[in-house]
C-alpha cells in the first residue's frame, strides 16, 4: 500500500520540480548543440527534417525522463505515484504558468511541446518502474 506523503516531502518535491526544470532546460540546451551529428545521421539515413528532429526531442525526452525518475524510484519506494504527481506539478508550473501570462492561454498546448513530451516521457518511465517493482 502507498504511503502518503508528509508536507515537508511535498514541499521538497515541489522544489525540487522547479530546480529540475531550471537543470532540465540548461540540458535541453546542451542537446540542442550536440545532437547536430544525430540529425545529420537521420538525413543521412533518408529520413526528413521533421521526422530526424522528431526523433531526437523524443530520445531527449525519454533520457531526461528516466534521469529524473531514478532518484524518485530510489527515495520514494512506497509512494512513487504521489511523488512523481507532486514533483511533475512543480516541473510544470515552472513552465505553465509564465506561459499563460505572456500569451495566448489556448496555445500553452502547441508552444510547449518538448514539456509534454518530456511530461509523457516521465509519466511512462514511472509507470515501468511501478509495474517492474510489482512484478
Do not use: Y
Request: charged content about 10%; some cysteine.
Amino acid at each position: 500500500m502507498a504511503r502518503v506523503l508528509t508536507l515537508k516531502q511535498s514541499l521538497l518535491l515541489v522544489v525540487g520540480g522547479v530546480v529540475a526544470a531550471e537543470l532540465w532546460v540548461t540540458l535541453f540546451g546542451i542537446w540542442a548543440v550536440f545532437d547536430t551529428p544525430l540529425l545529420k545521421f537521420g538525413l543521412g539515413v533518408g529520413l526528413s527534417v521533421v521526422a530526424a528532429a522528431f526523433i531526437s526531442m523524443s530520445l531527449f525526452a525519454l533520457v531526461s525522463a528516466i534521469m529524473f525518475t531514478l532518484p524518485l524510484s530510489l527515495f520514494f519506494r512506497r509512494s512513487l505515484v504521489a511523488a512523481a504527481a507532486v514533483f511533475i506539478s512543480g516541473f510544470l508550473a515552472t513552465f505553465v504558468i509564465p506561459a499563460l501570462f505572456e500569451s495566448e492561454p489556448f496555445s500553452l498546448l502547441s508552444s510547449l511541446s518538448n514539456v509534454w513530451f518530456f511530461f509523457l516521457s516521465f509519466g511512462l518511465c514511472v509507470a515501468l518502474v511501478r509495474i517492474f517493482r510489482h512484478a
